[in-house]
Each structure stands twice: as structure tokens, then as C-alpha cells.
């Protein structure tokens, strides 16, 4: 057995990155830092920063679009990622070979207060499987997930016990 998961809190680092290619397929992007922080030998509080690079793909890319476009989603807000790694082989700019690590994102929720938000902010989020948010001001942790690869079919009507 084996298991390819990843869960962060972090903030945006720019503002996300969608594009629409062909075929109807779009993919989403940004950057996340997370920061952990720690007492040295010294006794001095240190934070280190990580840099994450975030992908996201089809109804996620047009959901973190559509927050986007709406002031929702920007450099600096703090969001809840969960997804897996993604290994990517390419060639720098001199030719070459490079090897770089990416999270595939596969829900992220919305943390902490919107300024477009009365300053709310709670735990727990939903997921919102094959639509776009409904809802004009999300609250502050709403969780947009891909929708699932396939569903079992669902009993006939008859076999409900009411």
C-alpha cells in the first residue's frame, strides 16, 4: 500500500495564474508559502518560509478563477491545500535537465476573514463537487473540490426503506 498526500496552510505568494487550453481543460496556478517557526539552539525564535508551487486543473481551475475574478482569492490570502506531489522532469533554460516537485491540488479551502467578509471566520468548510460557487460572498472556509472520477450508481428508488 502506499499513499501520496499532502495538507497545507499557507498564504499566497502572487496572485493565481489561469489558463484555458484547448479541449476545454484549464489549470490554475500560484504559489504558497508556509512558515514554520522555531526556538534555535540560542534560544532565538526563528521562522522559515517553504515555497510550494500549486496546480490545480479543470472545475477547480475555474472555481479558483471565478474567486479570483471576484477579489476573493489574491496574493497574501491564506487558504487550506489538499492534494498530492507531483514529480516534473524538464530542461532549464541552458538545456539542462531539471527535476521539480509540484502539489496537484485536489480541494482548497478558504481560511481566515475576507475583506469583503464582516471579519467572520470559523472552521469546518464544504465541498462543492462539479459547480461553480453559488453563493456571491463564500464564507471564509469554503472548500472547492475536483469532482469525483466516477460515482457508484445509485439504488433504484424502490429499494429505500421509506
Request: hydrophobic share 25%; net charge neutral.
Amino acid at each position: 500500500m502506499s499513499l501520496n498526500k499532502v495538507l497545507l496552510i499557507g498564504n499566497l505568494g502572487q496572485d493565481p495564474s489561469v489558463r484555458f487550453l484547448d479541449n476545454n481543460k484549464v489549470v490554475a496556478s500560484f504559489t504558497l508559502a508556509t512558515n514554520e517557526t522555531y526556538t534555535d539552539r540560542n534560544g532565538e525564535r526563528r521562522t522559515e518560509t517553504e515555497w510550494h508551487t500549486i496546480e490545480m486543473w479543470d472545475q477547480l481551475a475555474r472555481n479558483v478563477d471565478n474567486l479570483k475574478q471576484k477579489g476573493y482569492l489574491k496574493k497574501g490570502t491564506q487558504v487550506y491545500v489538499e492534494g498530492k506531489i507531483r514529480t516534473e522532469n524538464y530542461k532549464d533554460k541552458d538545456g539542462n535537465d531539471r527535476v521539480g516537485k509540484k502539489i496537484r491540488a485536489l480541494t482548497l479551502t478558504l481560511l481566515g476573514s475576507s475583506n469583503r467578509n464582516s471579519g467572520e471566520s470559523g472552521e469546518g468548510g464544504y465541498r462543492q463537487p462539479e459547480a461553480q460557487p453559488t453563493n456571491p460572498l463564500p464564507s471564509p472556509n469554503t472548500t472547492y473540490a475536483t469532482p469525483p472520477v466516477s460515482a457508484p450508481n445509485p439504488a433504484p428508488d424502490d429499494d429505500l426503506p421509506f
